[in-house]
Protein backbone atom coordinates (compact mmCIF):
# COMPACT_ATOMS: atom_id res chain seq x y z
CA UNK A 1 0.00 0.00 0.00
CA UNK A 2 2.61 2.50 0.90
CA UNK A 3 4.05 1.57 -2.56
CA UNK A 4 1.50 1.92 -4.06
CA UNK A 5 0.75 5.44 -2.57
CA UNK A 6 4.39 6.60 -3.53
CA UNK A 7 4.09 6.18 -6.64
CA UNK A 8 1.15 8.03 -6.86
CA UNK A 9 2.14 10.54 -5.48
CA UNK A 10 5.15 10.66 -7.52
CA UNK A 11 3.05 10.56 -10.68
CA UNK A 12 1.22 13.61 -9.49
CA UNK A 13 4.06 15.25 -8.94
CA UNK A 14 5.26 14.83 -12.51
CA UNK A 15 2.08 16.09 -13.93
CA UNK A 16 1.84 18.88 -12.23
CA UNK A 17 5.35 20.03 -13.25
CA UNK A 18 4.54 18.83 -16.80
CA UNK A 19 1.90 21.99 -16.66
CA UNK A 20 4.04 24.04 -15.05
CA UNK A 21 7.44 23.83 -16.77
CA UNK A 22 8.33 27.12 -18.46
CA UNK A 23 11.35 27.38 -21.01
CA UNK A 24 12.75 30.78 -21.45
CA UNK A 25 13.56 31.83 -24.48
CA UNK A 26 16.77 33.46 -24.31
CA UNK A 27 18.74 36.32 -26.78
CA UNK A 28 22.28 35.12 -28.01
CA UNK A 29 24.76 37.21 -28.86
CA UNK A 30 28.11 38.02 -29.69
CA UNK A 31 30.87 37.97 -26.74
CA UNK A 32 33.30 39.93 -28.40
CA UNK A 33 31.39 43.09 -28.24
CA UNK A 34 29.10 44.92 -26.07
CA UNK A 35 27.60 47.03 -28.88
CA UNK A 36 27.43 46.74 -32.44
CA UNK A 37 29.64 47.73 -34.35
CA UNK A 38 29.24 49.91 -37.08
CA UNK A 39 26.25 49.91 -39.37
CA UNK A 40 23.61 47.56 -38.39
CA UNK A 41 20.95 45.53 -40.28
CA UNK A 42 17.95 43.08 -39.02
CA UNK A 43 16.88 40.04 -40.22
CA UNK A 44 13.19 39.08 -38.73
CA UNK A 45 13.06 35.02 -39.47
CA UNK A 46 9.48 34.53 -39.30
CA UNK A 47 9.66 30.62 -39.60
CA UNK A 48 12.09 30.71 -36.59
CA UNK A 49 10.86 32.96 -34.81
CA UNK A 50 14.15 35.26 -34.59
CA UNK A 51 14.73 38.75 -34.87
CA UNK A 52 18.91 38.59 -36.06
CA UNK A 53 21.31 42.09 -35.46
CA UNK A 54 23.87 42.28 -37.75
CA UNK A 55 26.81 44.70 -37.70
CA UNK A 56 30.07 45.43 -39.48
CA UNK A 57 31.67 41.96 -38.16
CA UNK A 58 28.50 39.68 -39.01
CA UNK A 59 26.39 38.19 -36.84
CA UNK A 60 25.89 40.21 -33.04
CA UNK A 61 22.78 39.08 -31.81
CA UNK A 62 19.40 36.96 -32.16
CA UNK A 63 16.11 37.60 -29.93
CA UNK A 64 12.99 35.50 -29.47
CA UNK A 65 10.08 37.29 -31.21
CA UNK A 66 6.19 36.53 -32.07
CA UNK A 67 4.00 38.18 -34.79
CA UNK A 68 0.23 38.42 -35.45
CA UNK A 69 -1.08 35.89 -36.78
CA UNK A 70 -0.52 31.85 -36.59
CA UNK A 71 -0.23 31.83 -40.45
CA UNK A 72 3.26 32.79 -41.76
CA UNK A 73 1.82 34.09 -44.90
CA UNK A 74 2.87 37.35 -46.14
CA UNK A 75 0.21 40.18 -45.06
CA UNK A 76 -2.44 41.22 -47.37
CA UNK A 77 -4.90 43.62 -46.32
CA UNK A 78 -5.37 45.57 -43.13
CA UNK A 79 -7.24 42.98 -40.16
CA UNK A 80 -5.71 39.98 -41.04
CA UNK A 81 -3.15 40.13 -38.47
CA UNK A 82 0.23 38.97 -40.70
CA UNK A 83 2.98 40.23 -40.51
CA UNK A 84 4.50 41.76 -43.82
CA UNK A 85 7.60 40.26 -45.67
CA UNK A 86 9.93 42.45 -47.75
CA UNK A 87 12.90 45.43 -47.03
CA UNK A 88 12.18 47.88 -44.35
CA UNK A 89 13.61 50.35 -42.62
CA UNK A 90 13.15 51.81 -39.54
CA UNK A 91 11.61 55.40 -39.47
CA UNK A 92 10.44 56.14 -36.13
CA UNK A 93 11.38 55.29 -32.59
CA UNK A 94 9.43 56.66 -29.35
CA UNK A 95 8.57 54.75 -26.03
CA UNK A 96 5.15 53.69 -25.36
CA UNK A 97 2.87 53.30 -22.83
CA UNK A 98 1.48 49.93 -22.96
CA UNK A 99 4.68 48.25 -25.37
CA UNK A 100 7.12 49.56 -23.65
CA UNK A 101 9.29 50.68 -26.88
CA UNK A 102 7.97 50.98 -30.66
CA UNK A 103 10.45 51.12 -33.23
CA UNK A 104 7.92 52.01 -36.39
CA UNK A 105 8.64 50.51 -40.23
CA UNK A 106 8.09 51.68 -43.13
CA UNK A 107 5.45 49.41 -44.15
CA UNK A 108 3.61 49.74 -46.38
CA UNK A 109 6.51 50.65 -48.97
CA UNK A 110 5.84 51.23 -52.85
CA UNK A 111 6.66 47.81 -53.57
CA UNK A 112 4.06 46.67 -51.04
CA UNK A 113 1.53 48.96 -52.33
CA UNK A 114 2.14 47.63 -55.91
CA UNK A 115 1.22 43.16 -54.29
CA UNK A 116 -1.47 44.87 -52.56
CA UNK A 117 -3.03 46.27 -55.68
CA UNK A 118 -2.18 43.55 -58.33
CA UNK A 119 -4.20 41.10 -55.56
CA UNK A 120 -6.97 43.17 -55.14
CA UNK A 121 -6.77 43.10 -59.11
CA UNK A 122 -6.72 39.36 -59.10
CA UNK A 123 -9.59 39.18 -56.74
CA UNK A 124 -7.39 37.69 -54.05
CA UNK A 125 -8.78 40.29 -51.59
CA UNK A 126 -11.85 42.34 -51.61
CA UNK A 127 -12.50 45.75 -53.86
CA UNK A 128 -12.70 47.28 -50.69
CA UNK A 129 -9.93 46.40 -48.79
CA UNK A 130 -7.08 48.82 -47.35
CA UNK A 131 -3.60 47.70 -47.09
CA UNK A 132 -3.27 48.81 -43.65
CA UNK A 133 -0.02 50.39 -41.48
CA UNK A 134 1.45 51.24 -38.55
CA UNK A 135 3.49 48.11 -38.56
CA UNK A 136 6.39 47.90 -35.98
CA UNK A 137 8.52 46.29 -33.58
CA UNK A 138 7.71 47.07 -29.74
CA UNK A 139 7.39 45.05 -26.50
CA UNK A 140 4.81 42.83 -24.81
CA UNK A 141 2.01 43.92 -22.16
CA UNK A 142 3.52 44.26 -18.63
CA UNK A 143 4.43 41.36 -16.91
CA UNK A 144 3.27 39.53 -20.25
CA UNK A 145 6.79 38.28 -21.91
CA UNK A 146 5.93 34.84 -21.42
CA UNK A 147 3.65 34.93 -24.65
CA UNK A 148 7.07 35.22 -26.72
CA UNK A 149 8.28 31.89 -24.85
CA UNK A 150 5.30 30.18 -25.67
CA UNK A 151 5.35 31.42 -29.39
CA UNK A 152 1.72 33.08 -28.65
CA UNK A 153 1.20 35.25 -31.85
CA UNK A 154 -0.67 38.13 -30.70
CA UNK A 155 -0.33 41.39 -32.75
CA UNK A 156 -1.77 43.01 -35.16
CA UNK A 157 0.94 42.31 -37.80
CA UNK A 158 3.81 43.79 -35.87
CA UNK A 159 7.04 41.82 -34.37
CA UNK A 160 6.80 41.57 -30.40
CA UNK A 161 9.91 41.13 -27.67
CA UNK A 162 10.41 40.85 -24.32
CA UNK A 163 10.28 43.71 -22.59
CA UNK A 164 14.09 44.19 -21.88
CA UNK A 165 15.00 42.65 -25.47
CA UNK A 166 13.26 45.84 -27.31
CA UNK A 167 15.14 48.42 -24.73
CA UNK A 168 18.18 46.65 -25.57
CA UNK A 169 17.67 46.83 -29.11
CA UNK A 170 16.14 50.58 -28.92
CA UNK A 171 19.18 51.41 -27.48
CA UNK A 172 21.60 50.83 -30.31
CA UNK A 173 19.00 51.02 -33.54
CA UNK A 174 19.25 54.39 -35.21
CA UNK A 175 16.21 55.87 -37.45
CA UNK A 176 17.12 54.18 -40.74
CA UNK A 177 18.59 50.75 -40.19
CA UNK A 178 17.39 48.25 -42.17
CA UNK A 179 15.11 45.42 -41.37
CA UNK A 180 14.26 42.13 -43.72
CA UNK A 181 11.49 40.40 -42.91
CA UNK A 182 11.38 36.82 -44.27
CA UNK A 183 9.62 33.53 -44.00
Keep these: MKTRSSFLLAALAIVLLSFTEHKQRSVFKSFFNDVPNGVINILIDKSDYELRVYDADGWFATYPVVFGNKLQDDKMMEGDRKTPEGTFSIVNKRPHDKWEKFLS ?75 TIQQ
Design 105 to 179: LSYPTPADIAKFNQRKAQGLIPSNARIGGGIGIHGTWPRDDMVIDYYQNWTNGCISMKRDDVDELYSYCPIGTKV
